[in-house]
């Protein structure tokens, strides 16, 4: 089977259309349509663009499973940022390597890992550090809170990465692997089978 040429942020808006009111995550704390996740991805994409994030840049995603994750990473791909997943197992030290090895420019985390984050002040330059708690001293609501132009840049399917996950580095340092929108795509399609 051969699949359209389309980014993941154009498959996910289709199914958003299709199916705004249905649950797109079910979570303890409440659930989260596909409008939602939507809207609330919009946002953070022009919250990143406003704060200087270019599109092709490494924006670094230290969470939990959960909306805000979810959120934050279609956020990301909407600002034409990469995606740069981080596992909240890693050490500080394991976690600036891949920060630095990647040349992120901004880092979005949970508040579970505030420690974490706290260790890593100062030891890697970023220009964006943003917690995606909703609670005191989180910056989930500044982030979706204002309404900023969404951008809409330009993305080669084929050719741009989406996602630059790092492997565990078990022969040596953890190297990223560069996905592509269709690599994502492929894998959404192959996975709903």
């Not at 942020?9 to 996740?37: K, N, P, Y």
């Not at 956020?75 to 990647?102: M, Q, T, Y």
């Amino acid at each position: 089977m051969e699949f359209p040429d389309q980014t993941i942020v154009e498959l996910f808006r289709r199914r958003s259309a299709r199916h705004a009111d249905q649950v797109a995550i079910a979570a303890e704390s409440g659930d989260t349509t596909f409008a939602e996740l939507d809207r609330l991805s919009d946002r953070l994409a022009g919250a990143l663009a406003a704060a200087g994030i270019a599109p092709g840049e490494r924006v670094a995603l230290l969470a939990v499973n959960g909306a805000e994750f979810a959120a934050a990473y279609l956020g990301i791909l909407k600002a034409g940022a990469v995606v740069l997943p981080i596992n909240v197992l890693l050490n500080p030290h394991e976690i600036g390597f891949v920060l630095g090895d990647a040349g992120a420019v901004a880092l979005l985390y949970h508040p579970a890992v505030a420690e974490t984050v706290t260790a890593l002040r100062g030891k890697v330059a970023l220009r964006l550090t943003a917690s995606l708690g909703a609670g005191e001293g989180g910056d989930w609501a500044r982030l979706v809170g204002h309404r900023h132009p969404v951008p809409q840049p330009a993305v080669d399917p084929r050719r741009d990465v989406a996602a630059l996950p790092y492997t565990s580095g078990t022969t040596g340092h953890p190297k990223g692997a560069m996905l592509s929108h269709c690599n994502l795509v492929s894998n959404t399609f192959s996975i709903m089978q």
